[in-house]
């Protein structure tokens, strides 16, 4: 089992930074892929980035590349979002998720661990 606690979220401006944290706790395996979600008012849930725990490979929603990065820090198990240039649209809450496997993954059914969300609202 794994446990993952989001926090940083908030209300920010247009054009301001947030920075996102998801501590895992738990079986927490260096290889294991970690991702972003995001959920916005009215919307499905949709990827927004991805990383391998131990390789640093990421990978980003093409709405958010350019703007976000996902880093991690493995001696804290921790995973984080920082979100520059924010958008109304970036509107949403924000969810932390762990695979069971190794690897990139945009697809939501293939994180097995989800975190309880935080809220981000980009204000005009």
């Known amino acids: 089992q794994v446990q993952l606690v989001e926090s940083g979220g908030g209300l920010v401006q247009a054009g301001g930074s947030l920075r996102l944290s998801c501590a895992a706790s738990g079986r927490t395996y260096s290889n294991r892929g970690m991702g972003w979600f995001r959920q916005g008012p009215g919307k499905e849930r949709e990827f927004v980035a991805a990383i391998i725990w131990s390789g640093g490979r990421t990978y980003y929603a093409d709405s958010v590349k350019g703007r976000f990065t996902i880093s991690r820090d493995n001696a804290k198990n921790t995973v984080y979002l920082q979100m520059n240039s924010l958008k109304p649209e970036d509107t949403a809450v924000y969810y932390c998720?762990?695979?069971?496997?190794?690897?990139?993954?945009?697809?939501?059914?293939?994180?097995?661990?989800w975190g309880q969300g935080t809220q981000v609202t980009v204000s005009p």
């Open positions: 998720a762990a695979r069971s496997l190794a690897g990139v993954e945009t697809k939501s059914s293939g994180y097995a661990y």
